[in-house]
């Protein structure tokens, strides 16, 4: 069971990247899937999060109407759009994912957790 984050790096503010989060070893369509963000020196914190059937995804106040999140179970891969990046918004960046039930910002609800990818927003 793994989870694979990638898609970090470094872009200037106001721009875009766009991580991606791939499963193996299990059905990532039959989980609902979160991402979460720590800065340096700071607690981890929730990003956004979309169920298994992607409907009603989930945004901090944060990251909305900024960041959009989405999921393509036929490659088993959850993707988060981020677009007008500010320099706030440099962290390590980890998915998350938790088998059904109702959608959750707390990192305690999740199971399985990929090992991060570094977006950095220079100024």
């Known amino acids: 069971v793994q989870l694979q984050a990638s898609g970090g790096g470094l872009v200037q503010a106001g721009g875009s990247l766009r991580a991606a989060c791939a499963a193996s070893?299990?059905?990532?369509?039959?989980?609902?899937v979160g991402w979460f963000r720590q800065a340096p020196g700071k607690e981890r914190e929730f990003v956004s999060c979309?169920?298994?059937?992607?409907?009603?995804?989930y945004y901090s106040d944060s990251v909305k109407g900024r960041f959009t999140i989405s999921r393509d179970n036929a490659k088993k891969t959850v993707y988060l759009a981020m677009n007008s990046l500010k320099p706030e918004d440099t962290a390590l960046y980890y998915c998350?994912?938790?088998?059904?039930?109702?959608?959750?910002?707390?990192?305690?609800?999740?199971?399985?957790w990929g090992q991060g990818t570094l977006v950095t927003v220079s100024s």
């Open positions: 979309i169920s298994e059937y992607e409907d009603k995804p």
């Open positions: 070893g299990f059905m990532l369509d039959a989980h609902n």
């Open positions: 998350a994912a938790r088998q059904g039930g109702s959608l959750q910002i707390s990192a305690q609800r999740y199971t399985y």
